[in-house]
């Protein structure tokens, strides 16, 4: 199981990620969208799970990521990304709970943009026995 | 007029091998369940499976499309209850369809979203709040 002391502990990404047109365009290609002048709503997935991987996978956390299966999803859409954004991502492990041997951990994402949220993604991701 | 009841038409959208490629490259999801068949029989699927976020972003737009655009989604969440089954050289109906759930302050709504893919419902309890402000009546 994961490390206690890590629920409800923020987890900063050490550096922004600045959004390219070429990721928005890829990415809404490979969903049918034709409007690229802002990145689809799902499109923060990109980086709220790679930063909750990189996270929950740490030794302070301890997530074997080969297990993980997800659960659901919710965004909280304030402003839509677009190409330029610097965004920093703030993670915290905002539940835990144990089922049946399985664990259930959501993970919220705040992505930030010039020091405002635009966008908020939750993961509940479970950790299979 | 909008409602709660309004029905959105039901689309259908195709899934096959080559959209889960794309869908994994433009993501970042390289799991290889979503494109390698051996692999993903290895770990006790029955073949290749979508990812749950491709899913959620093909009926995210179903909302988004008749709300009036990606700019509309406010609020968007789902569970993710039953794999969309990809087999090769084949191409898999996801039959989505929407109803108004609730009409709330400010133009926005609660569209509430079924996603069907081979008689299973493979979304649930999937919402979106969309704002229907600039949308055509």
Same mark, same amino acid.
């Given at each position: 199981m994961i490390?206690?002391?890590s629920i409800g502990r923020s987890f900063a990404a050490s550096e922004a990620v600045t959004i390219s047109q070429s990721e928005i365009d890829a990415f809404a290609a490979a969903i049918g969208e034709s409007d690229t002048s802002i990145a689809p709503p799902t499109f923060a997935i990109r980086i709220s799970l790679e930063q909750s991987q990189s996270f929950l996978?740490?030794?302070?956390?301890g997530v074997n990521w080969d297990r993980i299966v997800h659960g659901d999803q919710k965004f909280e859409i304030k402003q839509p990304l677009k190409a330029g954004d610097q965004v920093m991502c703030t993670s915290v492990i905002e539940n835990y709970k144990q089922m049946a041997g399985n664990e259930f951990i959501t993970a919220r994402s705040d992505l930030s943009v010039n020091g405002e949220v635009a966008v908020s993604a939750w993961s509940t991701l479970v950790v299979r026995a | 007029m909008i409602e709660v009841? @309004?029905? *959105? %038409?039901? +689309? *259908?959208? =195709?899934? #096959? +091998?080559?959209?889960? =490629? +794309?869908?994994?490259d433009a993501s970042g999801d390289?799991? %290889? *369940?979503h494109q390698d068949e051996d692999f993903a029989k290895s770990v006790g699927l029955p073949d290749v499976i979508a990812h749950g976020m491709f899913t959620m972003a093909l009926a995210g737009k179903f909302a988004t499309d008749w709300a009036g655009g990606s700019a509309t989604m406010k609020e968007y969440s @789902? +569970?993710?209850t039953k794999p969309v089954v990809v087999p090769a050289g084949k191409s898999v109906d996801l039959i989505i369809s929407g109803v108004v759930g609730e009409v709330l302050p400010d133009g926005l709504v609660r569209v509430d979203i079924t996603a069907t893919s081979d008689g299973q419902k493979v979304l649930g309890m999937a919402r979106a709040i969309v #704002?229907?402000?600039g949308k055509s009546k």
């Open positions: 490390n206690p002391d996978t740490s030794p302070e956390v | 009841g @309004t029905v *959105i %038409p039901e +689309r *259908i959208f =195709k899934v #096959d +091998r080559a959209a889960l =490629k +794309r869908y994994a390289q799991n %290889p *369940i @789902t +569970r993710f #704002d229907v402000n």
